[in-house]
């Protein structure tokens, strides 16, 4: 699948400049978008609007609606360009008046402040919320966004809830980190529309009580990043708590999710999905269906499926998410990586075809279907039951981060503030070589880790004393360096905190090939993690 064009986005591009059309072309054209990019939104909202016409039109979407989302999202590229004044000089400084080239945090979003990024190049005040996240270096990025496009947000979020628990009220536990970052708040908000909520963030203790004061009478769902609900579930294990009378659900969001660790999960919770999404573009990009985590299990197990999916000589096994082209477009690139357009008309800040940086494809539902089938039988597909009520939106295959970072309890770790923190002391500094960072996963646990080669060999003592060093190290300079991550270790340092593994030169995963993969790439990716 990944040696064939499966560009679900393409943006027109007249034959002619802008300089050689007619003033009135330009202005017809421009209308043209305008009332596209509104009529849809509109029509949008009115699905939206109906959990039962949602569902509908997720179960029927088809390929042939692929170019009125692209239409959809080169209108919103067309109306930011006349509407947002960053977005303007963005086009003006590459000298591009048709075409729509990739915005990035670098060079779109640092450049311009945030009010010239917003529509009409006013933030308004009324309504308007701003979320954080983590950034390099220690500056927390910032983004904004208006009442009625975090009210489109929350009901993208409670109407894939409702289809993955069901229509009956729940009762949410939200154990995201509450305050300025997107994902806690906002899921707060969204989950009000399914039931009851209450939002402690990640405290065991207060989830425990909360189980215990309200009883086993209502369908649970708690929220909250992978590595924090394995230890709710063990902790709930270790205390005996009789989780057999209760019915607890699980939606886990913020880092990936390996598959051994939802089994594990699973002996607590009796359904777990994960979801997809970011501060800058959306959190509600994409989720987790029946469809999608039964055919990443088998993706796990079957080495054909996977080369037929995925290509030959793929051993990674990415996440796969469901995502609605028409509330975040997203387009493959030659390189691998995603551009993401989020095209509804309340969007206050947009970031047309915004390079987020992250690695994976988007395939049609029909073709991953007829591709599996194939592979698998059609009958196996009808006696696993997972094509019942299945949502046909297109696919998301995502393998992480570009950008070279990892992960931690939704905190953003990135090379060069670890590279920071290992380079600290000279003396230590002359001992190291190079570095790889990892989630490393111990059965189903999951620990952040820096793998490092010494420039020489040394002794076990000395590499032990070492590596003990430079992880305190790394950890304190990190803590400084990002609020999110002092956040993680506040709430949760055991899986927070990192850890070091010292290597002998051209030892562990710098041996053989080692060297070449590490070669501007600082994540060891081990095959078959999923």
């Known amino acids: 699948m990944s040696d064939q064009s499966l560009d679900s986005l393409r943006f ?76 303007a000089m963005h086009l003006a400084a590459r000298n591009e008046r048709e075409a729509f080239p990739p915005t990035s945090k670098s060079s779109y979003v640092a450049a311009h402040d945030h009010a010239s990024r917003c529509r009409q190049g006013r933030l308004a005040a009324a309504g308007t919320m701003v979320d954080e996240s983590s950034g390099s270096s220690g500056k927390p990025m910032n983004w904004v966004r208006s009442d009625r496009e975090l009210r489109t947000i929350h009901r993208i979020l409670a109407n894939y809830l409702r289809h993955e628990f069901g229509r009956k009220p729940l009762f949410c536990i939200n154990a995201f980190s509450m305050g300025a970052w997107a994902t806690g708040l906002n899921f707060t908000f969204a989950m009000r529309e399914l039931g009851v909520v209450k939002s402690p963030g990640p405290d065991i203790d207060a989830i425990i009580d909360t ?41 886990a969001a913020g880092e990936p999710m390996t598959e051994a660790l939802r089994t594990h999960l699973a002996r607590t919770f009796r359904k777990v999905r994960s979801g997809y999404g970011a501060s800058d573009v959306q959190i509600g990009i994409g989720g987790e269906t029946a469809f999608t985590v039964w055919l990443r299990q088998r993706l796990t197990e079957d080495r054909r499926l996977r080369h037929e999916l995925l290509g030959e000589g793929e051993d990674r096994c990415p996440m796969i998410f469901q995502y609605n082209p028409f509330e975040t477009c997203i387009e493959n690139t030659p390189g691998g990586e995603l551009l993401f357009t989020t095209p509804g008309a309340a969007i206050l800040a947009p970031l047309p075809r915004y390079n987020l940086g992250d690695e994976g494809f988007v395939a049609s539902f029909r073709d991953v279907l007829h591709r599996a089938s194939g592979v698998l039988g059609q009958r196996v597909l ?119 593994v010292t290597h002998g030169p051209g030892a562990g995963p710098f041996a053989g090939g080692g060297a070449s993969k590490i070669k501007n790439r600082y994540v060891l990716a081990r095959p078959g993690h999923a």
Request: aromatic letters at 10%; one cysteine or more; hydrophobic letters at 40%.
């Open 12 to 87: 027109p591009r007249p034959a002619r400049t802008l300089r050689s059309r007619p003033r009135i072309a330009q202005v017809a054209a421009d209308c043209a978008a305008g009332l596209l990019n509104a009529g849809l939104s509109k029509t949008m909202d009115a699905i939206r609007s109906r959990y039962g016409l949602w569902e509908f039109a997720g179960r029927r979407y088809t390929p042939l609606l692929d170019p009125i989302t692209a239409a959809y999202a080169w209108s919103a590229c067309r109306r930011a360009r006349w509407t947002v004044p960053a977005y």
């Open 382 to 500: 009808d006696d696993a039951g997972i094509l019942r009520g299945a949502l046909h939106m297109p696919l998301l295959f995502l393998y992480g981060r570009c950008d070279h970072t990892i992960s931690v309890m939704g905190a953003n770790i990135y090379p060069q503030d670890v590279e920071h923190g290992l380079y600290a002391e000279a003396d230590d500094a002359r001992t190291l070589r190079r570095f790889m960072l990892e989630i490393a996963q111990d059965g189903v646990d999951a620990a952040p880790t820096i793998h490092v080669e010494l420039a020489q060999p040394l002794p076990p003592r000395q590499r032990y004393a070492l590596a003990d060093r430079l992880a305190r190290r790394v950890t304190r300079h990190l803590r400084a360096a990002s609020r999110d991550y002092a956040n993680a270790l506040t709430e949760y340092e055991v899986g927070a905190r990192m850890s070091v």
């Open 211 to 251: 189980l215990e004061t309200f009883g086993p009478a209502y369908e649970y769902l708690v929220t909250g990043y992978p590595p924090f609900l394995k230890l709710l579930a063990d902790e709930l294990a270790r205390r005996e708590f009789p989780v057999d009378r209760f019915r607890l659900n699980a939606l």
